[in-house]
């Protein structure tokens, strides 16, 4: 049973730059979130895709935009790249049914390095 | 404003040796603290998931205890071992959060196991 899965792993970008991330849940799972992870920091919600919505964001400018796609993997955008977007980038899925007493299953991640 | 706190910053310990790890979290009402683990480059992987009306939880060697009346919950891990090493996040569910989208993270602690 194959976890949550991202790519790609790391990513070496430059100011102004544009990003593309992406993730495939956990089988069975229909919901995915966004997570940004400064270094020391515990992450941050980006935003939450269900039914191929986006169906909340958290305190993140319009340069981050998502997709969910009818198999339920995502996409993480993000456009004109600036020094303080560097940090890793995680996706969680979870079942939408019974979420509030589910543990989120996390991908390991893309390390994104803006230079 | 609903923060989740995490003492102590970083621990180092020898292989063996038992530690408890604290979180202090303002959110409330909320219907469950979650801990995770976070080894250095990977996703955070759920450790264990308790409801306010729980008290205690254990998975292996990590036993979490949760006193909902002072806002704190401990993390006790026993018989550290090398692997043990990684950041340890509290995590605390609103109330009424039907999806998990809200969610607070603790900045984690980051624990060093040494032989």
């Known amino acids: 049973d194959a976890g949550v899965t991202q790519s790609p792993t790391h990513l070496i970008k430059t100011r102004g730059q544009q990003v593309t991330l992406r993730c495939s849940p956990k089988s069975g799972h229909d919901t995915v979130s966004w997570y940004q992870q400064a270094l020391g920091q515990g992450p941050q919600f980006i935003f939450q895709?269900?039914?191929?919505?986006?169906?909340q964001r958290g305190n993140f400018p319009d340069r981050f935009s998502g997709h969910q796609f009818p198999n339920y993997s995502s996409e993480l955008n993000v456009n004109a790249l600036l020094l303080g977007d560097s940090a890793l980038y995680l996706c969680a899925s979870s079942l939408a049914e019974g979420a509030w007493n589910q543990p989120q299953h996390f991908g390991d991640g893309t390390r994104l390095s803006i230079l | 404003k609903n923060q989740v706190e995490q003492s102590p910053q970083s621990l180092i310990i020898l292989e063996g040796k038992n530690c408890t790890l604290q979180c202090n979290y303002t959110v409330s009402p909320f219907s469950n603290l979650r801990w995770y683990k976070q080894d250095t480059g990977r996703g955070p992987v759920s450790l264990t998931i308790m409801t306010f009306s729980e008290n205690t939880k254990s998975n292996g060697r990590y036993t979490a205890t949760l006193d909902a009346d002072t806002k704190q919950s401990s993390l006790h891990i026993t018989a550290s071992q090398l692997s043990d090493s990684a950041s340890y996040i509290c995590v605390v569910h609103p109330l009424n959060d039907n999806y998990g989208q809200n969610f607070v993270f603790g900045p984690g602690t980051r624990l060093s196991v040494l032989p």
């Open positions: 895709y269900y039914e191929e919505e986006e169906r």
